[in-house]
């Protein structure tokens, strides 16, 4: 998770959910702040470790664990554009129920 990146510009999963988790100081949160005003994936990836927590003395082990493969289709269809809000609703419920499964 850890060294996956959006786009060049975007920080690191680890980065947004340390930012998500509020351990980041005010100088290191304020770019990524300004980051997630204009960039929508980074936005929503925010948004999905807030739906889905991640408990702390998980971290290190999320940190190296593989993005699950339905997420990772996600960020790619969100990227390219490819697929159309039909196949983004489906999308996200295969995400969904792939994250309820893990648990």
């Known amino acids: ?3 996956f990146r959006k786009q060049e510009d975007c920080p690191t999963s680890q980065q947004l959910l340390a930012y ?13 702040g300004r980051h997630l005003a204009v960039c929508e994936f980074c936005t929503s990836e925010v948004a999905f470790y807030e739906r889905y927590p991640v408990a ?33 609703d489906e999308m996200l419920k295969q995400l969904d129920a792939a994250i309820h499964e893990r648990r």
Request: aromatic residues 2%; negative net charge; hydrophobic residues 35%.
């Open 56 to 88: 702390r003395e998980t971290e290190e082990s999320a940190a190296e664990a593989k993005m699950p493969e339905p997420l990772f289709e996600l960020a790619e269809a969100l990227l390219n554009r490819k697929r159309g809000q039909e196949s983004m």
């Open 20 to 32: 998500q988790l509020g351990d980041l100081e005010p100088s290191a949160s304020r770019p990524i």
């Open 1 to 3: 998770m850890a060294t």
